[in-house]
Structure formats: structure tokens, C-alpha cells
T-cell receptor, first 115, second 115 residues
């Protein structure tokens, strides 16, 4: 079975500060890992994904994440927060090439950016 | 705009009723996923269809059913509605059922309110 744990349901940072959103996963098969962002009253938008290969993944809007197999982690970072980054962020896992592709989501982390 | 459309955007109905939610995937995508987002359960996978066939089932209640039509649009049918079914229902689509290409694109969702 697969699962995702996002540490911290609410993270608050100042504009210009580092953003760090934590995600740990559990998977019995090599995972595919994703970060999605959800703005108020909108659907989910893919920020970045890890499938295979390079463990440091760059996404849209200046976000990146690093897959660390030994720590079963896939934390999302951004060097400098912008007001427009305020949203809810979801980490998700799927089972890779052998699975159906269904996504298992974490509970989400709401990012607040203070001026 | 993800290219995935969902109708209606909002739906208000009474307990015991039946509703149908509709999803049109991105052009060329063969796989459709349904997810439920609620405050207490978070984002949960319900069901997946691939090219008209059911591919995977998640935490979908027996009162719920879905299908994918030859033109690849999908419908999610919810019957004998209960207050606890109030949630945001997302449809997502992807080119394939599994594998590296399986980035899922989410629609804007249908907000269901059961009174």
C-alpha cells in the first residue's frame, strides 16, 4: 500500500523567505511523486513530478523538489516566496510503471505568505 | 486552463436524490480519474477509466457509479445522497493508464452540496 504524509497542515512565511513544504511517502514499489498546487476555487495544477533519473526536479514558478529514497522524502522548496504562492499544496504518490496511475494524496499544506 | 471540463460547476440537492456529474477529458487523453475532496477525508481517489473500461477502483461507495463513453467523456453518478456526500468532485485525465506519460490534468471540479 502507498501513503503520503505532509508535515504541517499550515505553513506561514514572509515574502522573500525560503519556502519548505515537507512530504514523506510510503511505497512498496518504486514511486512516482508529484506536487500539485490548488488556488482557491480552482482545480489542481501540477508543479513538478519525479519519475526516474535525476533526483532534483525543477518545476514551474521557481519550485523544486528532491527525491531522497533513503529518507522516503520529497520536500518542496522555493528560495524566495512571493505573495502569489499563497495556496494549498498537495504531495502525491503513484505506483510507477506497474500501477494504474491513480494518485494517493497527502492531506495538504496551506501556505500563507505574509507581506 | 487544463483542458478538462466539468459540469455543472455547482450542484445543490436534497438527501436521497440522485445526481450526475460530467467530465470531458483533454483532447487525446484516454484515461479519466475521479477524485473526491472533502474537509474530513481530504483528496481521495474514487475510480479510473481507460478507453471505456474500468481500470481501478478506490474508496468509491456502492451508491456511486461511473462510466466512460465512446467519445471518452465520463459521468459520475451519485445516488441516495447523504449529507456526508457534500464535497468537491474532481475529474482528471491523462494520455495513458500508467507509466511516465501519466501526468494527470485536473478539471475545475463540481461542488456538490447535499441539504
Amino acid at each position: 500500500a502507498q501513503s503520503v504524509t505532509q508535515l504541517g497542515s499550515h505553513v506561514s512565511v514572509s515574502e522573500g523567505a525560503l519556502v519548505l513544504l515537507r512530504c514523506n511517502y510510503s511505497s512498496s514499489v518504486p514511486p512516482y511523486l508529484f506536487w500539485y498546487v490548488q488556488y482557491p476555487n480552482q482545480g489542481l495544477q501540477l508543479l513538478l513530478k519525479y519519475t526516474t533519473g535525476a533526483t532534483l526536479v525543477k518545476g514551474i514558478n521557481g519550485f523544486e523538489a528532491e527525491f531522497k529514497k533513503s529518507e522516503t522524502s520529497f520536500h518542496l522548496t522555493k528560495p524566495s516566496a512571493h505573495m502569489s504562492d499563497a495556496a494549498e499544496y498537495f504531495c502525491a504518490v503513484s505506483g510507477g510503471a506497474s500501477n494504474t496511475g491513480k494518485l494517493i494524496f497527502g492531506q495538504g499544506t496551506t501556505l500563507q505568505v505574509k507581506p | 486552463d487544463s483542458g478538462v471540463t466539468q459540469t455543472p460547476k455547482h450542484l445543490i440537492t436534497a438527501t436521497g436524490q440522485r445526481v450526475t456529474l460530467r467530465c470531458s477529458p483533454r483532447s487525446g487523453d484516454l484515461s479519466v480519474y475521479w477524485y473526491q475532496q472533502s474537509l474530513d477525508q481530504g483528496l481521495q481517489f474514487l475510480i479510473q477509466y481507460y478507453n471505456g473500461e474500468e481500470r481501478a477502483k478506490g474508496n468509491i461507495l456502492e451508491r456511486f457509479s461511473a462510466q466512460q463513453f465512446p467519445d471518452l467523456h465520463s459521468e459520475l453518478n451519485l445516488s441516495s445522497l447523504e449529507l456526508g456526500d457534500s464535497a468537491l468532485y474532481f475529474c482528471a485525465s491523462s494520455p495513458e493508464a500508467v507509466g511516465v506519460a501519466n501526468e494527470q490534468f485536473f478539471g475545475p471540479g463540481t461542488r456538490l452540496t447535499v441539504l
